[in-house]
């Protein structure tokens, strides 16, 4: 289907884009949507060209494999991942609010006793712990299976928001806290010279940009940002732990960041309310793209 006003074309998911021209000698590096939505999922025609799914990210870094949150786009993910074979990869979460974790117990990988997992969560210390919560989540009667039903080779990581993490040779995670309530991390992932931030979810202060994010997206090339309102709704939702896209806007270019991916769609935004915010965010800063399913972008 034909992209609408503001967007660029995606990719198959069950096909792999080849590298950007002239950056041939570096290793691929990209991130792929598989969940876009915000708070709760949205099947249907009306939300089609943009998806339904809540929050997932795939980031290839070379033969590295990252995955930001596992709402329910994990699942159609997960079954992607099986044409694979043995995995061996990385689940980092913003947090564990249940439209971020839901798809946890259907993300196949997890399942195959020849994979390798490593989950991390920076905003539950030192109330929590990461096994704990997801304990509570998998619980009857809320969920038939603790989290010990998967099979695969996995470990649970607790860090605390600010710190920066290799979880893989060459590869850099710097993260930061997000205003967002009970907790949330933003992450930048750095690889080979290249950036790709993931500010989710989280609430700007009227007038006074947040510091902690302008700081994570200083300079980057790619922003995916909450953007769950417009400057015009965000009134009758202050204290819900989201931002606009105007925002995002004013943040980027305080940062002299390089593109903008707004993301976290409110399920009340359809396909045409999302082709209207997609023409206007265009319009005010050049480059900038909507999040739909099987969108890849590369720095």
């Not at 205003?179 to 992450?187: L, V």
């Not at 940009?209 to 090339?221: F, M, R, S, T």
């Not at 732990?241 to 359809?270: K, M, N």
Request: hydrophobic share 35%.
């Amino acid at each position: 289907m034909a992209p609408g006003p503001g967007m660029t074309r995606g990719f198959d998911f069950d096909t792999a884009p080849g590298p950007t021209p002239g950056v041939s000698e570096q290793q691929d590096f990209f991130v792929r949507f598989w969940g876009v939505r915000g708070s709760i999922a949205c099947p249907g025609d009306s939300h089609r060209r943009y998806g339904g799914n809540t929050s997932c990210l795939e980031v290839r870094c070379g033969a590295h494999l990252l995955v930001f949150d596992v709402g329910t786009g994990a699942r159609v993910l997960g079954q992607a991942l099986l044409g694979e074979g043995a995995l061996n990869g990385d689940v980092f979460l913003t947090h564990t609010h249940l439209d971020h974790i839901v798809g946890l117990p259907f993300f196949d990988p997890l399942f195959d006793s020849s994979s390798r997992f490593h989950i991390w969560a920076g905003h539950l210390l030192p109330s929590l712990t990461l096994h704990q919560t997801l304990s509570k989540f998998m619980m009857a009667p809320l969920f038939p299976v603790p989290p010990e039903i998967f099979c695969c080779n996995i470990s649970f990581n607790d860090f605390k928001a600010g710190e920066t993490l290799t979880p893989r040779p060459g590869v850099r995670l710097r993260t930061a806290p997000l205003n967002h309530p009970n907790g949330a991390t933003g992450y930048r992932i750095e690889f080979e010279g290249r950036s790709i931030c993931y500010v989710t979810d989280t609430e700007h202060v009227e007038g006074r940009p947040d510091e902690n994010v302008l700081d994570l997206i200083d300079g980057a090339d790619i922003v995916i940002y909450d953007c769950t309102y417009t400057d015009e709704e965000f009134p009758r939702y202050r204290t819900w732990g989201h931002s606009t896209w105007q925002e995002g806007v004013r943040l980027c270019d305080r940062a002299q960041a390089g593109q903008l991916v707004i993301f976290h769609h409110d399920p009340r935004h359809d396909d045409a309310a999302m082709d209207r915010i997609a023409a206007a965010a265009a319009k005010a800063r050049p480059g900038t793209v909507v999040a739909r399913e099987g969108l890849v972008l590369r720095p």
